[in-house]
Nanobody, 125 residues
Framework: QVQLVESGGGLVQPGGSLRLACTTS????????????LAWWRQAPGKDREFVAA????????YYADSVKGRFTVTRDNAELTAYLEMGSLQPEDTAVYYC??????????????WGQGTQVTVSS
């Protein structure tokens, strides 16, 4: 029943910034929210879904794909059952559908139990 829902996608110019949010709806997780690692993935047309960033359950550990390191930041507000992906210095190659995922393992592999439906991010002039 529980679902993840992404929001905040849209059109932004190169060099711009965007903040995505991931919230829960439709029920509760089996474990407290801070039990789950939270990851962001993206998929561009004709490409495989790729790992973007992840945060551990308490947000103390983060990992970023090389392509976004230094530009993107993962944060989470466990009290609000919400996670964020702050994206800066956006470039056209960042254009993709961005997905939020949650699971017990802090990993860059697609081993997550819950996935959102995705939100479109388009970087273009």
């Amino acid at each position: 029943q529980v679902q993840l829902v992404e929001s905040g996608g849209g059109l932004v110019q190169p060099g711009g910034s965007l903040r995505l949010a991931c919230t829960t709806s439709g029920g509760t997780f089996e474990h407290p929210f801070n039990y789950y690692a939270l990851a962001w993935w993206r998929q561009a047309p004709g490409k495989d879904r790729e790992f973007v960033a992840a945060a551990s359950g308490n947000g103390g550990l983060t990992y970023y794909a090389d392509s976004v390191k230094g530009r993107f930041t993962v944060t989470r507000d466990n009290a609000e059952l919400t996670a964020y992906l702050e994206m800066g210095s956006l470039q056209p190659e960042d254009t993709a559908v961005y997905y939020c995922a949650a699971g017990p393992a802090f990993t860059r592999e697609p081993e997550y139990d819950y996935w959102g439906q995705g939100t479109q991010v388009t970087v273009s002039s």
